[in-house]
């Protein structure tokens, strides 16, 4: 099992930054990979971010270029860098990990919200 808790949400006006954090602890030996999921009001989750345990990492379109994922792995963390903002980011952002071997599951933080002004 594995447990993740988030921090760093917040309001900021377009063009801004935050920086999101979602610290792991658990049985995180076996986490293939982290990343970051996003939903809006009425609309679905969608994948922004994600980064292996080999450090290769992805990202949406809609991101590229103004997020970065990295991860501290001294403290089981990882962190969503995010610049530019834009009111569309606006959503609830979710941690979650990619854990197993064999058998997977993915596991879920609790949540931030993320809310853009513009």
């Known amino acids: 099992q594995v447990q993740l808790v988030e921090s760093g949400g917040g309001l900021v006006q377009a063009g801004g930054s935050l920086r999101l954090s979602c610290a792991a602890s658990?049985?995180?030996?076996?986490?293939?990979?982290m990343g970051w999921y996003r939903q809006a009001p009425g609309k679905q989750r969608e994948l922004v971010a994600v980064?292996?345990?080999?450090?290769?990492?992805n990202y949406d379109e809609s991101v590229k270029g103004r997020f970065t994922i990295s991860r501290e792995n001294a403290k089981n963390t990882v962190y969503l860098q995010m610049n530019s903002l834009k009111p569309e980011d606006t959503a609830v952002y979710y941690c979650?990990?990619?854990w197993g071997l064999g058998v997977f599951l993915n596991f879920w933080g609790q949540g931030t919200q993320v809310t853009v002004s513009s």
């Open positions: 979650y990990a990619n």
């Open positions: 658990g049985s995180i030996s076996r986490i293939n990979a």
């Open positions: 980064i292996t345990s080999l450090g290769s990492t």
